[in-house]
């Protein structure tokens, strides 16, 4: 069984910074990629991030590219995702969720992923 907890969540003001940690059980987290998405209120949750079984390839929503970074560290099963130049449309529920396979190709799709964790809430004010 694989469980993904969310944390470092929280307000921000524009332009501020936030850095989200996931934390993963199971054996294998190694094995697998590693996704972030977001939800904001009455919208669909989207792609925000992704990186490789091994950290070696990362991928970015345009939206996020060159303020967000995504990490690992596969020796504490530990995601990262690193958020500054933070902007009040970043707001949502940011969700940590493995990908069923070792690339991040195609791993912009929601149905790429067979586990999330529960999300955290980053609320950024102007």
């Known amino acids: 069984q694989v469980q993904l907890a969310e944390s470092g969540g929280g307000l921000v003001q524009a332009g501020g910074s936030l850095r989200l940690s996931c934390a993963a059980s199971?054996?294998?987290?190694?094995?697998?990629?590693m996704g972030w998405f977001r939800q904001a209120p009455g919208k669909e949750r989207e792609f925000v991030a992704a990186i490789s079984w091994s950290g070696g390839n990362t991928y970015y929503a345009d939206s996020v590219k060159g303020r967000f970074t995504i990490s690992r560290d596969n020796a504490k099963k530990m995601v990262y995702l690193q958020m500054n130049s933070l902007k009040p449309e970043d707001t949502a529920v940011y969700y940590c969720a493995r990908r069923s396979g070792k690339t991040i190709v195609a791993a912009t799709s929601r149905t790429e992923y067979d586990y999330w964790g529960q999300g955290t809430q980053v609320t950024v004010s102007s």
């Open positions: 199971g054996r294998t987290f190694s094995s697998y990629a």
